[in-house]
């Protein structure tokens, strides 16, 4: 019996109560926005099981901007502290929708709690300079490679989960024992404090936490282990129980197209994301967030999962991902005043399949801009500013062009 099914056994009457204890502290990173337009008629209530990470703040914004209330919902926030308790939460019907890593939905699956992915939310970056999750270590520590993890205590905000994963499988493709490693279950805010103090050796964290640590502790970045299996490596989903998606269709679709447009409003305003974050972190590496699931990384990272011994047999992914989440995949687009590319796994893009794409743009040029068109998308950055930018498109047959106005290339979509 895995984790889970032992905690569901053990916690199913005090759950409740334990997810006030373990909120209270969280609130403050992921209050409820205020100021959104309000309907005239009642909303339906959809109480929300959530983590205290920048990751899920698109949601907080596009309460904000009412994309729920315009559809008749109203989101009730509760906070926990893994994906593990979340599927927990929801297994004991202490919450109709959770915001978890595909790790534990796809535990969750393989253990008889039938979960289903209800939409995408995000994945991770390319290298350890964009990536918003990483491991980190003392500015002063002996730690240097990935290799130097061997033997060391690495600290996870839950044991059978996201960061157990990909931390073993990240270490074994750099060609490190995974076994090596000691992990430690903490919450992500008690994280800094166990290296600082040497509880730890290193710890796993998404942001605000890794700013907070390379800024304010003078941490060190050790390993990206997401961009180490892949680019764009799929790591967030809202999930539902099957029978809680069967009873409300209409209000899952509701809530689908909801989060999807906050993902895409948070796309094109990293701004009033940073707005949302408590005072002194704005400056963190915004996750990239995409309203589509790359199942090929998805699939792999299933495997992995069986690999490290946290199931045992594989989910039935079409119903842990159902077709009402669309398939797609993340190109990446890079500019400078004298190139410009844009790829798909790390290779040159010549020919792709149509469908839905999410392009993410790291624009270095202060003079030209990344300019994307063919049928049906017109698309480009600011000639004047740097940064990087983040579209969701349809790509529709035919031929398409992407340039700086120096250099101009071309793809076809077939």
Not at 6 to 25: E, K, N, Y
Not at 108 to 115: E, F, M, V
């Amino acid at each position: 019996m895995t984790s889970i099914s032992r905690r569901l056994r053990r916690r199913a009457g005090v759950l409740g109560l334990a997810t006030v204890a373990g909120t209270i502290a969280a609130l403050t990173l992921l209050a409820p926005a205020s100021g959104a337009p309000r309907r005239q008629h009642e909303n339906v209530t959809i109480t929300l099981d959530t983590l205290p990470i920048a990751n899920g703040l698109p949601l907080d914004l596009g309460i904000q901007k009412g994309f729920f209330d315009k559809r008749g919902i109203t989101i009730k926030k509760q906070t926990l502290q893994s994906g593990n308790d979340i599927v927990l939460a929801l297994a004991n019907h202490n919450g109709e929708i959770g915001y978890l890593g595909y790790v534990p939905a796809i535990i969750a699956r393989t253990q008889g709690i039938p979960l289903a992915v209800v939409a995408a939310s995000d994945v991770e970056g390319t290298n350890e300079a964009d990536n918003w999750q990483n491991i980190m270590v003392k500015g002063s520590s002996s730690i240097r490679t990935p290799a130097d993890l061997a033997g060391k205590t690495i600290a996870v905000n839950a044991l059978k989960g996201v960061g157990e994963v990909m931390i073993k499988a990240a270490l074994k493709k750099a060609g490190v024992n995974p076994d090596s490693v000691k992990l430690l279950a903490l919450p992500f805010p008690s994280m800094r404090s166990a290296l600082t103090n040497g509880q730890v050796d290193a710890f796993w964290a998404p942001e605000p936490f890794v700013s907070q640590a390379l800024n304010l502790d003078g941490d060190r970045i050790v390993m990206a282990p997401g961009p180490v299996l892949g680019r764009f490596w799929p790591i967030g989903c809202y999930g539902a129980l099957d029978d809680w998606i069967a009873k409300n269709p209409a209000l899952a679709a509701k809530f689908h197209a909801a989060i999807n447009e906050s993902l895409a409003y948070a796309q094109s305003h990293p701004d009033e994301i940073r707005a949302l974050l408590p005072a002194g972190t704005q400056n963190v590496r915004l996750p990239i967030w995409s309203p589509v699931v790359d199942r090929d990384k998805l699939v792999q990272l299933a495997k992995y999962t069986k690999e490290f011994g946290v199931i045992t047999t594989l989910p039935n992914f079409t119903r842990l991902v159902p077709s009402s989440v669309e398939s797609g995949k993340t190109l990446q687009g890079t500019l400078g005043s004298n190139f410009v590319t844009l790829r798909l796994d790390g290779r040159v893009v010549t020919r792709l399949t149509a469908g839905k794409y999410t392009v993410v743009v790291s624009d270095t040029s202060k003079t030209q801009s990344f300019r994307l068109k063919g049928p049906g998308v017109i698309k480009t950055t600011s000639a004047k500013g740097t940064g990087r930018s983040t579209w969701t498109l349809a790509f529709k047959k035919g031929r398409y062009t992407y340039s700086n106005g120096r250099v101009t290339r071309t793809f076809r979509v077939v």
